[in-house]
């Protein structure tokens, strides 16, 4: 099973809002990343937990707090999002982090912020 | 920081023929390039990946160039279908992480 799962698949959020996107993989990854794309636009990652410890966090803003409560789930929390934060959240794993590891990602959330 | 640069205009090319996309960046050389494909609405899926040391790597119909001189790798679909459409993206890592280009969309006409 090479899948990553991502719930839900849409969101729509007001700016007071609270919210979380969920991902999980029974891939036995020990890699998980969150990323951020627009349309037309890469991929930008957000945040990289190894171990389920965070290892990277690419100056993300505070209204998104990541968690991972286990190897297989990871976690985006959102809380008081600006209009621009629409956009599809990705959410990818891999073995390890290393450079020659294949990411799989997911589907994506799509999330719009009014 | 790497900045990377794909063709933002879309390629179209006939069924049968070979497409060509281009990957060129500037500053660090990457030790490793990743391609991706990536549908709309959708999640990229990992294609190849092509070390520095190495100057090509195929896969069944798909063939990946790297010329660390140039800056630039190439990505071909030989014999290309329809099915082939999509936006792909290359990637490249450098200091712990991959760095995504924006992707070139490949439309294949019957």
């Known amino acids: 099973?090479?899948?990553?799962?991502?719930?839900?698949?849409?969101?729509?959020?007001?700016?007071?809002?609270?919210?979380?996107?969920?991902?999980?993989?029974?891939?036995?990854?020990?890699?998980?990343?969150?990323?951020?794309?627009?349309?037309?636009k890469p991929p930008e990652l957000m945040f990289v937990y190894s171990y389920e410890k965070l290892s990277i966090n690419e100056s993300v803003p505070s209204r998104f707090s990541p968690e991972c409560p286990n190897s297989s789930l990871l976690n985006l929390?959102?809380?008081?999002?600006?209009?621009?934060?629409?956009?599809?959240?990705?959410?990818?794993?891999?073995?390890?982090?290393?450079?020659?590891?294949?990411?799989y990602f997911g589907p994506g959330t799509r999330l719009t912020v009014l | 920081s790497q900045k990377i640069e794909q063709n933002s205009e879309a390629l179209n090319i006939q069924e049968g023929k070979t497409a060509t996309l281009t990957c060129n960046y500037t500053n660090y050389s990457p030790a490793y390039l990743q391609w991706y494909r990536q549908d709309p609405g959708r999640g990229p899926v990992f294609l190849l990946l092509i070390r520095e040391n190495e100057k090509e790597k195929r896969k069944e119909r798909l063939k990946v160039t790297f010329d660390t001189t140039l800056k630039q790798s190439l990505f071909h679909i030989t014999a290309?279908?329809?099915?082939?459409?999509?936006?792909?993206?290359?990637?490249?890592?450098?200091?712990?992480?991959?760095?995504?280009?924006?992707?070139?969309?490949?439309?294949?006409k019957p």
């Open chain 1, 1 to 40: 099973d090479t899948e990553v799962t991502q719930t839900p698949k849409h969101l729509v959020m007001g700016m007071t809002n609270k919210k979380s996107l969920k991902c999980e993989q029974h891939m036995g990854h020990r890699a998980m990343y969150w990323y951020k794309q627009k349309a037309k």
């Open chain 1, 77 to 103: 929390h959102l809380h008081a999002l600006q209009p621009e934060d629409s956009a599809l959240y990705l959410c990818a794993s891999s073995q390890d982090k290393l450079a020659t590891d294949t990411q």
């Open chain 2, 80 to 108: 290309s279908q329809p099915a082939d459409s999509a936006t792909y993206l290359c990637a490249l890592y450098n200091f712990n992480k991959f760095y995504f280009g924006s992707g070139t969309k490949l439309n294949v």
